[in-house]
């Protein structure tokens, strides 16, 4: 049966109207590079400063930062989680999707006896949330899961939930007969043989369990709930099939974005934004960030912005603003330029455009707009605005920037250079040497985009006189560089040198786990990643990889 079926004569009246129905090329403007911007159909609008939920993989998180900062209400930013980070709420498939909706909605009871387990005397570990966290007393356990369940449940109050699915290879409890959200830890899988399998779900079951979760939104959400349905770009970290995980993560995601697309063909309340497709076939630059596995703060922006954007409207946004940069000038003026960064780059162009021209004398609103041309990849605009500067611009912070613009452009030993020159500035009290951290960091990548050896290690040499606080994040950056070079044994040492220094320091078991696998060192990778203090959405992420590959043995 098809999922969606036309006359002859509304096929063709549909590719002759359709704006969006053919690709562009390279010799016109386009919506495929360098990053790619489909289109998409907004059927509802969503109030300003409305409850959203959000439920979802890691991406939802990025989602939630950036409803955040625009005003929304979210209920999962307001779980008492305590010490752990909020990546323990990624929720990854749907059955486990479908699972915390159940419990919530008391459609199914949280058998605590099965889905709690006490991994130490007195300690117990919660199966649904990250195995990264520490297991703890019971009642601490129980108090994050009814904080979770209670957060759940306010998807009822809300008009609009926001899902992004995430993957299609699970583990399944056989003694819960459910499927869990993460993987069992390793000494759990010693501990009880038997009672775990991995499950690659098939879009039959995939769709169902997807189905279920947002009738039960229906049934027990507003009259007039919207469930707005986004695939997460961020693939699977590893796969436990005998695949390429590459192409383990293409089933997985053309699972789910067939299950998306069959939902919103059935239910005109449900809808698909296409953030999935903007990161997979944008420049990969300027999509993903160094480990390949999560999208970049500025392609997340751009995605959030878009959506946020077309789903609230922007001509009426767009005279409020005019009216307020009227009234309040360049104080004004500026606070707005640093809210249009945040939003979609098609807005915050127009932003510019409109208002450089009247503020190209504030220094504060010519360092937005050069950030924003940063961010949109477009260096040699930046340079030119940068060479037009009010001259009150602080030299050191335009350096800096001038340094990245450079960097961009293909030009490292000039970025080099123009920083250099400010390595032997002194400040304060007795004359002692410049101190300002963000500008040795800039310097050190300058020496990294060089890529001599003697001139990174020179700079890292530098760094620690001047200002030895940040020496375990100078550390873990020089490691890094020499870890991409191939250079494990050296990376090893520089990372070794860094741990032990406060939370950066704690950074650097991560990496330092990480390469000493890569050269088979494992006793001392499992010695290592113990010591990690888990901490945020991405070391969570790397954390569980690195632990399933440990975990192996």
Request: hydrophobic content about 45%; charged content about 25%; proline content about 5%.
């Amino acid at each position: 049966m098809p999922l969606i079926r036309f006359s002859a004569e509304q096929a063709i009246e549909n590719r002759k109207t359709n704006r969006f129905g053919a690709w562009g090329d390279r010799a016109s403007p386009n919506r495929v590079e360098p990053v790619a911007k489909p289109g998409f159909d907004v059927p509802f609008k969503i109030e300003p400063g409305s409850k959203i939920f959000t439920v979802g993989s890691c991406f939802a998180r990025n989602v939630e930062e950036e409803l955040e900062r625009r005003g929304f209400e979210l209920p999962m930013r307001r779980v008492m989680l305590r010490d752990a980070p909020t990546a323990i709420l990624n929720n990854y498939a749907t059955p486990s999707i479908y699972n915390e909706f159940a419990w919530a909605f008391g459609e199914k009871p949280f058998d605590v006896e099965q889905h709690l387990v006490e991994l130490q005397p007195g300690k117990f570990a919660d199966l649904h949330l990250s195995p990264t966290l520490r297991p703890e007393p019971l009642e601490r356990v129980m108090e994050r899961r009814r904080s979770i369940t209670a957060a759940y449940r306010q998807a009822a109050e809300c008009p609009v939930v926001i899902m992004t699915l995430g993957l299609v290879e699970v583990w399944y409890d056989k003694i819960s007969g459910c499927y869990l959200n993460v993987s069992p830890r390793p000494s759990h899988l010693r501990n009880e043989p038997g009672r775990f399998e991995l499950h690659v779900l098939s879009f039959e079951e995939t769709y169902d369990y997807l189905e279920r979760a947002i009738l039960l939104l229906q049934k027990h959400g507003l009259p007039n709930v919207q469930v707005l349905l986004t695939v997460s770009p961020v693939p699977l970290g590893a796969t436990h099939r005998q695949s390429d995980v590459i192409v383990a993560n293409t089933y997985s995601k053309s699972v789910l974005r067939a299950a998306a697309e069959t939902l919103v063909a059935k239910y005109d309340w449900v809808t698909y934004y296409p953030s999935y497709e903007s990161v997979m076939l944008s420049d990969r630059r300027k999509a993903w960030r160094e480990d390949f596995l999560h999208v970049t703060h500025e392609l997340v922006a751009l995605n959030v912005g878009r959506m946020v954007d077309a789903f609230i409207g922007g001509a009426e946004q767009a005279e409020a603003i005019e009216v307020q940069i009227e009234a309040g000038g360049v104080v004004v003026a500026v606070e707005k330029a640093r809210e249009a960064r945040a939003g979609s780059r098609e807005q915050a162009a127009a932003f510019f455009d409109n208002f450089y021209p009247r503020f190209s004398g504030s220094a504060e609103f010519v360092t937005e707009y050069v950030q924003f041309l940063i961010d949109a990849g477009e260096w040699a605009r930046a340079l030119e605005v940068l060479d037009a500067a009010p001259e009150d611009m602080p030299d050191l912070q335009t350096a800096m920037i001038r340094a990245r613009v450079l960097i961009g452009l293909g030009r490292p030993r000039d970025a080099f250079d123009t920083l250099d020159a400010f390595s032997n500035r002194t400040e304060g009290p007795g004359a002692k040497k410049l101190r300002v951290a963000s500008f040795w960091h800039a310097l050190l990548d300058a020496a990294k985009a060089v890529g001599e050896e003697g001139v990174v290690t020179g700079v890292l040499a530098r760094f620690l006189v001047a200002n030895p606080a940040h020496a375990s994040r100078a550390n873990i950056t020089v490691g890094r560089w020499f870890q991409d070079r191939g250079q494990i044994d050296r990376a090893i040492g520089y990372f070794e040198t860094a741990v032990g220094g406060g939370e950066a320091g704690n950074q650097a078991y991560l990496p330092l786990a990480e390469a000493l696998i890569a050269v088979g060192r494992r006793d001392e990778a499992r010695e290592a990643l113990g010591k990690l203090k888990v901490v945020g959405t991405g070391m969570v992420s790397r954390a569980e990889r690195t632990a399933a590959l440990l975990g192996a043995d």
